[in-house]
């Protein structure tokens, strides 16, 4: 499509600068300026704010988060065959994109924002360590976290595990930690056939905002109890949590030992995590 921003449009930018996308990277860009952009929307009013990016490739969301008013945005990328398309973008904003050549895995992320007030994560997140990132930052040691909100770019499947309750055909480990954390939703999807390379499934933005006051659980025994009772998530919670208590813990929790694991809320969890010796 053509440029909104008075730079040239991403495939042109994507040819001329030879970035066809890496499968070993998760690579898969967005293309269309208006998408990204929404993206961008989705992460609220973002001026005054500093918005951290990863895997931002050719930079389209880049280019609409700086549109959108961000006042800084750090972009990490490690793909080093990008790093000439998002200089481009650099000189396009004076001062307001700082591109960081490197891991998103191997980041400090709170020291790259000290001191900043407003901070959010915005990103089209690579396939290949989405859910590892999100993890990331959901297990900070400080809370309330360095950041205001995550707005993050998944595949449908992982990003219906994120937002999943009690009940619900994907709730698993991943819910009860997003949950237990922080407020989240799907905002929209997006499908295939707006990335390029297309992927073969649909992807869907999520928002979590961290909650400021969690319920308390040491997080070690959080993963303890949801790693044992989705281990074995169609036995009754007496058989599945065996290994670290069964029936003594599920008495001490006041929970049913006839239940299973996908019944139970983010809070119950919480208190067979806080029952665990």
């Known amino acids: 499509m053509s440029a909104i921003d008075g730079l040239p449009p991403l495939r042109e930018v994507i040819e001329r600068h030879g970035l066809a996308a890496k499968k070993s990277l998760g690579q898969n860009f967005l293309l269309d300026l208006n998408l990204t952009g929404k993206v961008a929307r989705a992460a609220g009013d973002l001026s005054g704010a500093t918005v951290i990016e990863v895997g931002p490739g050719p930079g389209g969301l880049t280019r609409a988060l700086l549109m959108h008013k961000a006042e800084k945005v750090i972009a990490i990328e490690r793909d080093e065959r990008c790093l000439p398309a998002l200089a481009e973008i650099a000189e396009a904003y004076p001062g307001r994109l700082e591109v960081i050549s490197g891991d998103a895995l191997a980041i ?8 900043v007030d407003d901070v959010r994560i915005v990103a089209n997140l690579p396939y290949n360590i989405g859910t590892e990132l999100l993890v ?32 619900d055909e994907a709730y698993g480990r991943l819910g009860v930690l997003a949950g237990w954390r922080a407020d989240s939703r799907i905002a929209f999807d997006i499908s295939p056939q707006a990335f390029w ?6 992807s869907s933005v999520v928002h979590l905002v961290p909650k400021p006051a969690p319920l308390p659980a040491e997080l070690r025994k959080l993963e303890r109890v949801t790693q044992a009772a989705f281990g074995q998530r169609r036995k009754m919670l007496r ?39």
Do not use: H
């Not at 400090?108 to 001191?115: E, F, H, N, S």
């Not at 040691?141 to 995550?150: E, K, V």
């Open 108 to 115: 400090d992320y709170a020291g790259l924002v000290p001191g």
């Open 136 to 167: 990331k930052w959901l297990t900070v040691g400080a809370w309330p976290p360095f950041y205001r909100s995550l707005t993050l770019m998944f595949q449908k499947e992982v990003a219906e595990r994120v937002v999943a309750r009690a009940g």
């Open 197 to 202: 390379p297309p992927p073969k499934v649909t």
């Open 239 to 277: 058989q599945s949590l065996k290994a670290v208590g069964g029936e003594a813990l599920l008495t001490q929790a006041g929970i049913d030992g006839t239940r299973r694991a996908e019944t139970l809320s983010v809070e119950e969890f919480v208190r067979l995590a806080n029952a665990l010796g």
